[in-house]
C-alpha cells in the first residue's frame, strides 16, 4: 500500500507528502468534521505496530503511539475505525482502542484474556465489532455494539452457525451482511440499535453486495460493501447485472430497514449499469457508468419516496489515452467511487499497468468536477 498524499479537491497540485515513510496497514474509512484521520502503520519487519493520528488538510502528524502486543499483526488482518472521539483497531490476535484527541490507550484486548476475539470493526456514528471464536476448526460469529470509551458490551447478536463470513456495512443503523453455506454474502439482516434485537432479513439472491476484501483488494477490511449504501430508514442494494437485450443493464432496489421489503427501484438504461455511492440526507447519490462516447457517465441524486431524479455531473471518463496514463476504472470490482463537494474520485483497488512492458505512469485516482470549479 503506497504512502498517502494529500491533494485539493478542486485542482491536482500535491499539498503534502509525509515526511516519515512507514508502510500503511489500514486506514479508516472516516474523517471527523475537523478533517482529521487515523491509519496504522509499519515501521519495520512488516509488523502493523504503531497507530497515528494526522490532519488531512496539512498532512501534520497529531500523535502516534505504539499498538501493545501488536507482534502478529499484519498488513492481511489490521482493522481500523473511528467513532465518537475514539480510534479502534483490531487485528488477528488484539485489539486497542485510542482518544482522538490525545493518543492515550483506552482499552485493550489480546487473546490472552479472551476466547474469542475483535476481527474487525465499523465506526462511524456507533462502533460494532465483529467477534469471531474458533472451536474444533468450526469458526462462528457474533455482532456486539460497544461502549467506544471503555469497550463495554452494550448489546450481542449472534450470528447463526454455518455461516462463512460476516460483513458490517453500517454500524447505525446496524446492518450486517452475512455468507450463509459458501463465501459469497446471501442476506442482509438489520438489527434494533437500542437492543441488538433482529428488525429483518433481506435476501440478497437477485443482488450484487460487493463485500468480498479479497476480490476488491482489501485486507482485515469488514465495513467496505460497495454494492450497498445504508440510509436513516432505507438499505439500497445493487442487483446483478442483466443478461437480456434491450434491458436496463441493472437496477439498484431501496428496501425498508424495518419491515425488509423492497419500496422503491431505481433502474439503470441498456448499457448503463448503476451503482449506489453513498447518502445526501434521506435521497441516494449514485453512479451511472457509460460504455461509449454519446451517453455521459453521471452522479444522480435520487429521492426514493418521490422518484425525482437531479443530475449532479455528467462526464465522459478516459479510456486509456496517454494524457491520463491509462484508462479510468469504474467497475466496482476494481475501483471505488467517491463523492464529495461536487466532485467524483476514481481510485483504483490496485495500480497497474495495462502494458508492463511499456511501463510509464498508471491512474492512482481521477476527478471530475462541475464546470464553475476548478479542477
Same mark, same amino acid.
Given at each position: 500500500?503506497?504512502?498517502?498524499?494529500?491533494?485539493?479537491?478542486?485542482?491536482?497540485?500535491?499539498?503534502?507528502?509525509?515526511?516519515?515513510?512507514?508502510?500503511?496497514?489500514?486506514?479508516?474509512?472516516?474523517?471527523?468534521?475537523?478533517?482529521?484521520?487515523?491509519?496504522?502503520?509499519?515501521?519495520? #519487519?512488516?509488523?502493523?505496530?504503531?497507530?497515528?493520528?494526522?490532519?488531512?488538510?496539512?498532512?501534520?502528524?497529531?500523535?502516534?503511539?505504539?499498538?501493545?502486543?501488536?507482534?502478529?499483526?499484519?498488513?492481511?488482518?489490521?482493522?481500523?475505525?473511528?467513532?465518537?472521539?475514539?480510534?479502534? *483497531?483490531?487485528?488477528?490476535?488484539?485489539?486497542?482502542? !485510542?482518544?482522538?484527541?490525545?493518543?492515550?490507550?483506552?482499552?485493550?484486548?489480546?487473546?490472552?484474556?479472551?476466547?474469542?476475539? +475483535?476481527?474487525?470493526?465499523?465506526?462511524?456514528?456507533?462502533?460494532?465489532?465483529?467477534?469471531?471464536?474458533?472451536?474444533?476448526?468450526?469458526?462462528?460469529?457474533?455482532?456486539?455494539?460497544?461502549?467506544?470509551?471503555?469497550?463495554?458490551?452494550?448489546?450481542?447478536?449472534?450470528?447463526?452457525?454455518? *455461516?462463512?463470513?460476516?460483513?458490517?456495512?453500517?454500524?447505525?443503523?446496524?446492518?450486517?451482511?452475512?455468507?450463509?453455506?459458501?463465501?459469497?454474502?446471501?442476506?442482509?439482516?438489520?438489527?434494533?440499535? +437500542?437492543?441488538?434485537?433482529?428488525?429483518?432479513? *433481506?435476501?440478497?439472491?437477485?443482488?450484487?453486495?460487493?463485500? +468480498?476484501?479479497?476480490?476488491?483488494?482489501?485486507?482485515?477490511?469488514?465495513?467496505?460493501?460497495?454494492?450497498?449504501?445504508?440510509?436513516?430508514?432505507?438499505?439500497?442494494?445493487?442487483?446483478?447485472?442483466?443478461?437480456?437485450?434491450?434491458?436496463?443493464?441493472? #437496477?439498484?432496489?431501496?428496501?425498508?430497514?424495518?419491515?425488509?421489503?423492497?419500496?422503491?427501484?431505481?433502474?439503470?438504461?441498456?448499457?448503463?449499469?448503476?451503482?449506489?455511492?453513498?447518502?445526501?440526507?434521506?435521497?441516494?447519490?449514485?453512479?451511472?457508468?457509460?460504455? +461509449?462516447?454519446?451517453?455521459?457517465?453521471?452522479?444522480?441524486?435520487?429521492?426514493?419516496?418521490?422518484?425525482?431524479?437531479?443530475?449532479?455531473?455528467?462526464?465522459?471518463?478516459?479510456?486509456?489515452?496517454?494524457?491520463?496514463?491509462?484508462? &479510468?476504472?469504474?467497475?466496482?470490482?476494481?475501483?471505488? *467511487?467517491? !463523492?464529495?463537494?461536487? #466532485?467524483?474520485?476514481?481510485?483504483?483497488?490496485?495500480?497497474?499497468?495495462?502494458?508492463?512492458?511499456?511501463?510509464?505512469?498508471? &491512474?492512482?485516482?481521477?476527478?471530475?468536477?462541475?464546470?464553475?470549479?476548478? #479542477?
Amino acid at each position: 500500500m503506497p504512502s498517502p498524499t494529500g491533494s485539493r479537491a478542486t485542482r491536482s497540485a500535491t499539498r503534502w507528502t509525509p515526511t516519515t515513510r512507514p508502510g500503511p496497514c489500514a486506514v479508516s474509512r472516516d474523517i471527523t468534521v475537523d478533517g482529521r484521520t487515523a491509519v496504522v502503520v509499519q515501521p519495520a #519487519h512488516g509488523i502493523c505496530g504503531q497507530v497515528l493520528m494526522f490532519d488531512v488538510g496539512t498532512g501534520k502528524q497529531l500523535w502516534k503511539q505504539k499498538i501493545p502486543a501488536a507482534d502478529f499483526a499484519y498488513v492481511t488482518d489490521t482493522n481500523i475505525a473511528l467513532t465518537r472521539g475514539v480510534v479502534a *483497531i483490531a487485528w488477528g490476535e488484539g485489539s486497542a482502542a !485510542y482518544d482522538m484527541d490525545s493518543g492515550r490507550r483506552l482499552w485493550n484486548t489480546t487473546l490472552v484474556t479472551s476466547q474469542c476475539h +475483535d476481527m474487525g470493526y465499523a465506526g462511524g456514528p456507533a462502533l460494532l465489532a465483529l467477534v469471531v471464536c474458533k472451536q474444533s476448526d468450526e469458526r462462528t460469529y457474533r455482532v456486539e455494539k460497544l461502549a467506544p470509551r471503555s469497550g463495554k458490551v452494550l448489546w450481542q447478536y449472534p450470528v447463526s452457525k454455518g *455461516i462463512q463470513a460476516v460483513y458490517l456495512p453500517s454500524s447505525d443503523p446496524p446492518v450486517i451482511a452475512v455468507a450463509a453455506g459458501d463465501l459469497t454474502v446471501t442476506d442482509l439482516i438489520t438489527l434494533d440499535p +437500542d437492543k441488538g434485537e433482529l428488525r429483518a432479513t *433481506i435476501s440478497l439472491k437477485k443482488y450484487e453486495p460487493y463485500c +468480498d476484501p479479497e476480490i476488491l483488494g482489501y485486507f482485515g477490511v469488514v465495513d467496505k460493501c460497495t454494492g450497498i449504501v445504508v440510509g436513516r430508514d432505507r438499505v439500497f442494494v445493487m442487483s446483478k447485472d442483466s443478461t437480456e437485450l434491450f434491458k436496463p443493464a441493472n #437496477h439498484i432496489t431501496a428496501f425498508d430497514i424495518g419491515k425488509g421489503k423492497a419500496v422503491a427501484t431505481f433502474q439503470g438504461r441498456e448499457f448503463q449499469s448503476v451503482l449506489p455511492v453513498r447518502m445526501n440526507g434521506d435521497d441516494l447519490i449514485l453512479y451511472r457508468a457509460s460504455l +461509449d462516447d454519446v451517453q455521459p457517465a453521471a452522479l444522480v441524486d435520487w429521492n426514493p419516496r418521490t422518484g425525482k431524479e437531479t443530475p449532479y455531473l455528467l462526464f465522459h471518463l478516459p479510456q486509456g489515452t496517454e494524457k491520463y496514463g491509462g484508462k &479510468v476504472q469504474d467497475n466496482p470490482e476494481s475501483s471505488f *467511487i467517491l !463523492y464529495r463537494d461536487g #466532485h467524483a474520485f476514481f481510485v483504483p483497488y490496485q495500480l497497474e499497468f495495462d502494458d508492463y512492458r511499456k511501463g510509464g505512469s498508471v &491512474v492512482s485516482v481521477f476527478g471530475v468536477g462541475t464546470a464553475g470549479l476548478k #479542477h
